[in-house]
């Protein structure tokens, strides 16, 4: 027995539950398309390979959640932001399984992490908007483009299992709306808390001039 076929965004009627594989960040880029591949990368087993388009990511941060600690078996995440069109994944679609944290489902709705079902490499966090892949992933050629994704904040510092005094902005959850905390740069801290003052002044007495 069949299962229900749907128009997918080529024409094409494919059954239902694979029209995951005709969305971003999923569908396959043809050659003739433009999409210029940037980076390579693949799961630990090489079953699942990708493709990046963009030079240097949206953001790159290290994640310290207890729920990244668990997910990787790991103290911290590594992650790089990335719109969902700037991946291509070129092979390896019946390999890849989702993990949906909140509810404990193996179905694949938003928000999700998505791995590689032989090795179970994770492979990316698919969010409603962008993806939340791992540079670990990736091959680099070299040092100067590793730097490209060098990480620019911690999130959810206060659930760390180390200190890692960098100097980087650390936040007590995620950046930017959270509180900067521990050894972060203190003329960020000054600059934050600058901007929030002039954020409630212009709520309270909203069209004054400074």
Same mark, same amino acid.
């Given at each position: 027995?069949?299962?229900?076929?749907?128009?997918?965004?080529?024409?094409?009627?494919?059954?239902?539950?694979?029209?995951?594989?005709?969305?971003?960040?999923?569908?396959?880029?043809?050659?003739?398309?433009?999409?210029?591949?940037?980076? $390579?990368?693949?799961?630990?087993?090489?079953?699942?390979?990708?493709?990046?388009?963009?030079?240097?990511?949206?953001?790159?941060?290290?994640?310290?959640?207890?729920?990244?600690?668990?997910?990787?078996?790991?103290?911290?995440?590594?992650?790089?932001?990335?719109?969902?069109?700037?991946?291509?994944?070129?092979?390896?679609?019946?390999?890849?399984?989702?993990?949906?944290?909140?509810?404990?489902?193996?179905?694949?709705?938003?928000?999700?992490?998505?791995?590689?079902?032989?090795?179970?490499?994770?492979?990316?966090?698919?969010?409603?908007?962008?993806?939340?892949?791992?540079?670990?992933?990736?091959?680099?050629?070299?040092?100067?483009?590793? $730097?490209?994704?060098?990480?620019?904040?911690?999130?959810?510092?206060?659930?760390?299992?180390?200190?890692?005094?960098?100097?980087?902005?650390?936040?007590?959850?995620?950046?930017?709306?959270?509180?900067?905390?521990?050894?972060?740069?203190?003329?960020?801290?000054?600059?934050?808390?600058?901007?929030?003052?002039?954020?409630?002044?212009?709520?309270?007495?909203?069209?004054?001039?400074?």
């Amino acid at each position: 027995m069949t299962g229900k076929k749907v128009e997918a965004p080529n024409g094409e009627q494919v059954p239902e539950k694979e029209l995951w594989k005709y969305r971003e960040p999923y569908m396959v880029h043809e050659r003739d398309e433009e999409f210029k591949a940037i980076y $390579d990368g693949s799961c630990h087993c090489g079953e699942v390979k990708f493709q990046l388009s963009r030079e240097y990511p949206l953001a790159s941060k290290l994640c310290h959640c207890t729920t990244c600690q668990k997910q990787h078996a790991a103290p911290f995440q590594w992650a790089a932001i990335f719109h969902k069109g700037d991946i291509n994944f070129h092979d390896g679609h019946n390999h890849l399984e989702w993990y949906d944290p909140t509810d404990k489902s193996i179905e694949h709705k938003l928000p999700c992490k998505v791995r590689c079902n032989f090795c179970h490499s994770p492979i990316m966090d698919e969010g409603r908007n962008m993806i939340l892949m791992f540079p670990s992933l990736i091959n680099f050629k070299n040092k100067e483009e590793r $730097d490209k994704f060098k990480p620019r904040c911690h999130m959810f510092y206060p659930e760390r299992v180390m200190d890692i005094p960098d100097g980087l902005p650390k936040w007590s959850g995620i950046n930017e709306t959270s509180d900067l905390i521990e050894d972060s740069p203190p003329e960020q801290v000054k600059e934050l808390e600058r901007e929030r003052k002039k954020k409630v002044e212009e709520e309270v007495h909203p069209g004054k001039k400074e």
